[in-house]
């Protein structure tokens, strides 16, 4: 482990011997306020405080503040070390005086690993302990974009990142956080910031820590309830580590909050990458797209990672595929202690899952963070992006509105006023997904006039195809009330909602399987319904595609899974020797030769006399 380690364990042992264990918790704080943050960073020293250290429990605190953002308590700016006892203020005067080097409060970076060695090391040697926590407040962060990265002058790193010091414009990545960890354990890490519970974050710190409690999604400013956690375990200062998650998690507002016990990530990793390996192998990922578009995403990059394994379940067909995700699922509910809400779709953990239509950020590899390595996740991306989609299907209608609305599509304007489903762009809307021209309805563009409007397609026949995909572009913008609705009508049936867009902005193409609802059906249309809009935003669709799978059969000459007039036509040309002969699908009769027979054997199936 390095003979410093061993200097530093010694050092600990000759305390304890001396001083006994002393407390049987310690609770570390590294209280990063040196950003926009401040005034909440100083309310949870507050909380702390009207809790306050006994004989059992030591809250020890490095706290570091910045100018600008809040005046309270002397408004000092540098950094200050704080054994937090009841009714205590965060002033110079209650901060300790010597950090061991003969002087205290100093400006430091929150964003250098050896800042946050220090301190543990300092906290451990000063404050022993039968038990110790390390909570890490601050901002956190998933994959930055460039253009934030410029924004805050800083190049671009991309993984994982937390503890944002705005004076020396740094911050801890999961590697330097790893690095500052090595050489300690922990009985409980926590992440007091926004959308550090991911399965790579968890897999970086493994090895240090019995229990890692983050969130999924971002955490409002007030965080984490010290004052409930605390107080429960001043109340059981002899609470194991899962007792004291318990403690966090209950008593806070944080609605994606967890506690995952890290001695089972190894063994996550190991079943995750015998379901990347088989998917990999089956090289179908349009399933995967789909069961992606139904999961819970946070920052539009992080996926809730069981509820994705959820939903590809739904969808998956083969067996062995199902039967590993079952595992899966197994071992992550024996990993999860504690889930805020056990009920939604956030079971615990995200993992970094970009759009299909996106791209994957160059940095995530083994160079920057572990998971990468100790799994197939990266290869799996990569496969995922280079794959098509549709590969297998073929497109049996596609419109794209160059020539504005085809004459077989209807649109239904609800108030008779002109201000309805258009071919032109008239505040000229933009969006990647989009080429003009493109159908859109504009409800900033009408102002003040209510909007209930409708754009109806063209009806379609589907005979019994294996597979059916509707596909389409859009980019729908909202503001207050306004709802878009993709709905689908059969023959003469009322119409039902496929999907629903209200409340959030989406941009993306949609991809909707629609092959047990219209499967051998006739005379189906599909709506794209616009509604409860007044001096809203808008709702813009383009490039409408269906396509299908089927099971080729003999008579299909053309491959179109369907036998109709034109087969009967392909084999007639091959029984007067016009074209080559296809033994396969035109030999109905089996006798190695394409003639007269063969084409009234098709004939009967296309006229559905067979």
């Not at 493994?206 to 429960?232: H, R």
């Not at 390595?373 to 992006?385: C, N, V």
């Amino acid at each position: 482990m390095g003979r410093k380690f061993l200097t530093l364990g010694f050092f600990i042992f000759i305390c304890l011997f001396l001083n006994g264990f002393g407390a049987k918790w310690t609770v570390m704080v590294y209280l990063d306020g040196d950003n926009d943050l401040e005034e909440f960073a100083i309310n949870d020293f507050l909380e702390m405080a009207s809790i306050g250290s006994n004989e059992n429990v030591n809250i020890v605190v490095q706290f570091d503040r910045i100018n600008g953002y809040d005046r309270r308590f002397d408004n000092w700016t540098e950094c200050n070390r704080f054994y937090v006892t009841y009714g205590m203020i965060p002033t110079r005067a209650n901060s300790i005086k010597n950090w061991g080097d003969g002087i205290g409060g100093r400006e430091v970076n929150m964003g250098d690993p050896q800042t946050l060695i220090d301190f543990i090391n300092w906290a451990k040697i000063n404050y022993p302990a039968e038990k110790y926590a390390l909570i890490l407040w601050n901002h956190g962060s998933g994959w930055r974009t460039i253009s934030i990265l410029e924004e805050i002058g800083k190049k671009r790193i991309p993984y994982k990142e937390v503890c944002y010091d705005d004076t020396s414009n740094d911050y801890l990545s999961m590697k330097e956080v790893r690095s500052a960890l090595s050489n300690n354990y922990f009985d409980l890490i926590g992440f007091d910031a926004c959308l550090m519970g991911m399965i790579e974050v968890a897999t970086e710190i493994k090895e240090f820590a019995n229990i890692f409690v983050s969130s999924e999604s971002p955490e409002t400013t007030e965080g984490w309830n010290y004052t409930g956690f605390l107080l429960s375990l001043k109340n059981n200062p002899n609470a194991t580590a899962e007792e004291l998650t318990f403690y966090i998690i209950n008593s806070t507002n944080q609605e994606t909050l967890a506690g995952i016990k890290l001695n089972k990530i190894g063994q996550l990793n190991q079943k995750l990458n015998q379901l990347l390996n088989e998917i990999i192998n089956l090289n179908d990922y349009l399933p995967i797209f789909l069961a992606r578009e139904e999961t819970l995403i946070f920052d539009s990059e992080f996926a809730d990672i069981y509820n994705f394994w959820e939903n590809y379940y739904l969808i998956a067909e083969n067996d062995n595929i199902k039967n590993l995700i079952e595992e899966f699922q197994i071992i992550f509910n024996q990993a999860v202690i504690c889930d805020k809400n056990p009920n939604d779709k956030a079971y615990g953990l995200t993992i970094y899952f970009p759009s299909y239509f996106s791209s994957i950020d160059p940095g995530y590899n083994e160079n920057t963070i572990i998971f990468p390595k100790e799994t197939m996740w990266d290869e799996f991306l990569y496969s995922f992006f280079s794959s098509n989609l549709f590969e297998g299907y073929i497109k049996i209608f596609s419109e794209d509105f160059s020539n504005g609305l085809p004459s077989n599509w209807e649109i239904i304007d609800g108030f008779n006023d002109g201000f309805t489903w258009m071919s032109q762009n008239p505040k000229n809307r933009r969006s990647p997904y989009l080429t003009e021209p493109f159908m859109i309805v504009d409800s900033d563009w009408a102002g003040n006039k209510k909007m209930d409007e409708q754009l109806i397609s063209k009806s379609f026949n589907f005979p019994n195809y294996k597979k059916i995909y509707l596909k389409f572009s859009h980019k729908f913008w909202y503001y207050s009330n306004e709802t878009a609705d993709l709905d689908i009508k059969i023959e003469e049936e009322n119409w039902k909602n496929l999907k629903r867009w209200q409340g959030y902005d989406d941009e993306r193409v949609v991809i909707i399987d629609i092959s047990n609802i219209v499967r051998g059906k006739n005379n189906v249309k599909f709506r794209w319904h616009y509604y409860d809009a007044y001096y809203d935003w808008f709702w813009a669709i383009d490039n409408v595609e269906i396509l299908i799978k089927g099971e080729r059969q003999k008579g299909d000459i053309n491959g179109d899974f369907i036998i109709d007039i034109i087969d009967v036509i392909l084999c007639l040309r091959m029984a007067i020797g016009l074209d080559p002969e296809n033994l396969e699908f035109a030999d109905m009769d089996g006798n190695g030769q394409i003639d007269i027979t063969d084409v009234i054997k098709i004939l009967r199936k296309a006229i559905s006399f067979d």
